[in-house]
């Protein structure tokens, strides 16, 4: 038997996995159980002491890789502002419109949820 953790929409799951033979085992009832999820990094202050109204949110749970823009940026829509990381993929968090930065709320090595607020623009 093998156990994993899989992580679905944000929640950690703890699977056991027999391993077989490859003939069809008898169907049982899942093992997975629910498990509490890494706590976010609590945010970075604005390096600003201004946020702007454009927020700029990570699409998935992950770990700040990199900053791409600084604060006073000026950024137009789809310009990559952090790069997160998530399952060893490097995924750009784009501005959702044509801005400058007002504000950086996390810093490199910080984890987050989905949804959580990474920067302001305005």
Avoid: C, H
């Amino acid at each position: 038997m093998k156990n994993y953790t899989i992580t679905v929409n944000g929640t950690a799951y703890d699977v056991t996995v027999e391993e077989g033979t490859g003939a069809a085992a008898p169907a049982a009832a899942p093992k997975a159980a629910p498990k509490a999820a890494p706590k976010a990094a609590p945010a970075a202050p604005a390096a600003s002491g201004a946020a702007g109204s454009i927020k700029v949110e990570a699409g998935a749970a992950g770990k700040i890789f990199k900053i791409e823009k600084q604060v006073g940026a000026s950024v137009k829509k789809g310009d990559a502002v952090i790069i997160l990381e998530a399952m060893k993929m490097e995924i750009p968090v784009v501005a959702p419109a044509d801005g400058t930065v007002a504000s950086i709320n996390v810093n490199v090595g910080d984890t987050v949820e989905s949804g959580a607020l990474l920067a302001t623009l305005k």
